[in-house]
Each structure stands twice: as C-alpha cells, then as structure tokens.
C-alpha cells in the first residue's frame, strides 16, 4: 500500500513523550471533512464518523489525526482519510491541498471554542470529496452521509463534541451552502 512507503521509523512518540509535547507544544493535525459532490461538484452529502471518545461517550465527528513528523499535509490527509473511511474511499485531493481554514483546539473551551481536553492543537481543515465505498474502520464505529441541511441541525449539532459541529457549519459556509 501507497503508505507503506512513508517512513514512520521516528515519527512516532512513546505515550509518555507525548504527553510531554502535548503539555509544552501546540500539535499540528488536519481535519477532513468528507463530502460527496453531483458532476458539477456541488455538495451534496457529508460524512460524519460515529466514534467512541476517550472518556467512553460516543459522539459524531469529522476524520482527524495528528500530522507526523517528517510527514507532508498531503501525506496525512490520505493516511487518516484510508484509517477512518477504508481504503476503498477514493478521496480527490487536489494537486496542492489548501486548508478553507485553521482552528485552533485548547484545553479550555472558551477560549476558541473548539476544545481538546489533551492539549492545545492547530488543525488545517479541508473539505475532501469522496468517491468510493466507505467502511468506517480503526475507532470509527459507523459512518453515515448526510444532507447539508440535515448535518446543520441542532439534532447533528449536538452529536458532535469539541467544536466539530461548528467547523462542519464553518466548511458549507465556504462551498457557499450557508451564509
């Protein structure tokens, strides 16, 4: 497989390393928010994980992950993309992928309003179109498509922890779906 070749040979930390980084270093990760699109390439659908959190709830979340060291955005994005939706997903990134946005996650919830009770966390956020067949895999329970007015509702909204609600808002605000 295409990420077999992506050396991780030192990008990975042990537990205790981490929490050490996590305690004195904003950690780079990228949001994916999984879209499908008709032929002209408005959306149509968003994909939202069902996952298990640390604490044991269960919540609805956007595929995310930390960023490697040594590893490219591009890199990532396919990595996290194939853990979450399989390797069937058939993600179209562009040739230079550019985030719709940056958010920063912090302890506290009312500084960003996006929260990660870990850390503090810089994520560049993209909209991804899928095109194949997703099997929620790894720590995704299941995997459902929605309507964008369906995903803005305050039923979806709820379902999903941390800010990811808001950033799901933020990213049909940009393809022009809300205002």
């Not at 996290?80 to 997903?89: I, M, N, R, S, W």
């Not at 850390?119 to 720590?139: K, M, N, R, T, W």
């Not at 007015?149 to 808002?169: A, H, K, P």
Request: proline share 8%; charged share 20%; hydrophobic share 45%.
């Amino acid at each position: 497989m295409y990420f077999d070749l992506l050396e991780n040979a030192g990008s990975w930390l042990s537990e205790d390393d981490l929490q050490q980084a996590r305690a004195n270093l904003p950690i780079v990760y990228v949001d994916a928010i999984p879209v499908r699109v008709d032929s002209t390439g408005a959306v149509t659908e968003v994909g939202l994980l069902l996952r298990v959190l640390p604490d044991g709830s269960i919540s609805r979340a956007v595929v995310s992950g930390r960023v490697l060291y040594r590893e490219r955005i591009r890199d990532a994005l396919m990595r996290h993309l194939e853990k979450d939706l399989g390797p069937l997903a058939l993600p179209k990134l562009p040739a230079s992928p550019q985030p719709f946005t940056v958010v920063e996650y912090f302890p506290d919830p009312t500084v960003t309003g996006f929260h990660d009770p870990r850390q503090h966390a810089i994520s560049l956020a993209f909209i991804v179109p899928i095109e194949g067949e997703c099997v929620p895999s790894q720590d995704a329970l299941d995997l459902i498509w929605i309507t964008p007015d369906s995903v803005t509702s305050i039923e979806f909204e709820l379902e999903m922890v941390g800010g990811q609600g808001r950033l799901v808002r933020m990213a049909l605000a940009h393809v022009g779906l809300l205002p």
